[in-house]
Structures are given as structure tokens and as C-alpha cells.
């Protein structure tokens, strides 16, 4: 059973960065086209960022184009999502999973703030 952790969240002001990192235990992450979701309150999960499993191409959410970078690190078998120009609106719970469905169970997230 593919168990996803996800790490790296918290407590930023307007404008600052975090890094999220996502670890798989189960499953390699290597060869699976991934991505970032997240989810606020009252709202539907929704996808924020993907990235193939070949680590060629990229995309994003219109929301968080050109502030937002996912990457992944083969050799450690992790995949990122940098987070830069953070804005009140990117506060949520962020978890990753596989990019096609049916996805894998989803992890317990990590919660990113942002705050004025």
C-alpha cells in the first residue's frame, strides 16, 4: 500500500516562499507522472501543479503560474513544489499524489498559510 507524506509547510507572510516535499513510502515515485493539489475549506480539492514522470515538462494552474515550481529529485525519489510571491489565496492543505486516476490514497497534507 502506497502511503504519500508530505512536508514542508507553514506559517509564511505575503510574499514569502516555502518548499513542499513529497515522499512515498510502498512506491516509487520514479516513472509516475505527478502533481500538487490542494484544498481550502468548503472547497473541492484542485490541482495546482504537474509534472511528467520523465521530470520533462511542467504544468500549472493559472493561479500559481510563474510563482509556483514543481520539480522532482530522482535520485532521492522526491517531488517538490517551490512556492514563491505567496499570496493570501494560496492558504490551503497541500497534498501530491499521482497525476492520473485512480489516484493513490491521499496523505495527510501539510498545511501552508499565508498571512498579511
Known amino acids: 500500500q502506497v502511503q504519500l507524506v508530505e512536508s514542508g509547510g507553514g506559517l509564511v507572510q505575503v510574499g514569502g516562499s516555502l518548499r513542499l516535499s513529497c515522499a512515498a513510502s510502498?512506491?516509487?515515485?520514479?516513472?509516475?507522472?505527478m502533481a500538487w493539489f490542494r484544498r481550502t475549506p468548503g472547497k473541492e480539492r484542485e490541482f495546482v501543479a504537474g509534472?511528467?514522470?520523465?521530470?520533462?515538462?511542467?504544468d500549472y494552474s493559472d493561479s500559481v503560474k510563474g510563482r509556483f515550481t514543481i520539480s522532482r529529485d530522482f535520485a532521492k525519489d522526491l517531488v517538490f513544489l517551490q512556492m514563491n510571491s505567496l499570496k493570501l489565496e494560496d492558504t490551503a492543505v497541500y497534498y501530491c499524489n499521482s497525476r492520473a486516476k485512480p489516484q493513490w490514497p491521499w496523505g495527510q497534507g501539510t498545511q501552508v498559510t499565508v498571512s498579511s
Open positions: 510502498g512506491r516509487t515515485l520514479s516513472g509516475w507522472d
Open positions: 509534472i511528467r514522470w520523465s521530470g520533462g515538462s511542467a
